[in-house]
């Protein structure tokens, strides 16, 4: 049975996922309305998997005798201006939700409570290949500036992702 503190952290992490989610899906549209598609399914592949996230926490919570308290969800904040802002954005909202699974682990670890470490293991590893996957896109998105026929070519590789279901092994 989880203690009230780790309950309440786990549902703070559903809530930041689910905001996460709803951050993609507002770079997605973002980049629709740019015509660039590629751009946009990348960050519509980025929402499922952390729709994918809190999914996970959630089941946890129940699995483990806790209660899953739903927030609002807040709306996205600040107007994008250039196609490089989602993705630098991105960057560092990744960075932020590590650093909030690292507290939970710090939690857990404080009070010794090994199940929970061991599920969050599976986060701390997702969320290095997040930022991964979030500085390479700045990287190639920085590079290409306002070349053109570069950004087309990028947009058309970041089309071809797909989602996949998240495995925890």
Do not use: C
């Amino acid at each position: 049975m989880l203690d009230k503190r780790m309950e309440e952290l786990l549902n703070k992490q559903i809530n930041k996922e689910l905001y996460s989610a709803y951050l993609y899906l507002y770079f997605a549209n973002f980049y629709i309305e740019g015509g660039l598609n590629g751009f946009a399914n990348w960050y519509q592949v980025q929402e499922h998997e952390e729709r994918d996230h809190a999914m996970l926490l959630m089941r946890y919570l129940q699995d483990n005798g806790g209660k899953v308290s739903l927030e609002s969800v807040a709306e996205p904040e600040g107007k994008l201006e250039g196609f490089v802002a989602p993705v630098k954005q991105a960057l560092v909202h990744e960075q932020y939700i590590t650093d909030s699974i690292h507290a939970i682990y710090d939690v857990a670890w404080d009070s010794k409570d090994y199940r929970t470490m061991q599920f969050l293991d599976w986060f701390v590893k997702e969320q290095g290949e997040e930022e991964k996957n979030a500085v390479e896109l700045l990287r190639k998105t920085e590079f290409l500036g306002s070349d053109s026929k570069g950004l087309y070519l990028l947009d058309k590789e970041l089309a071809s992702r797909t989602y996949s279901v998240p495995s925890r092994t």
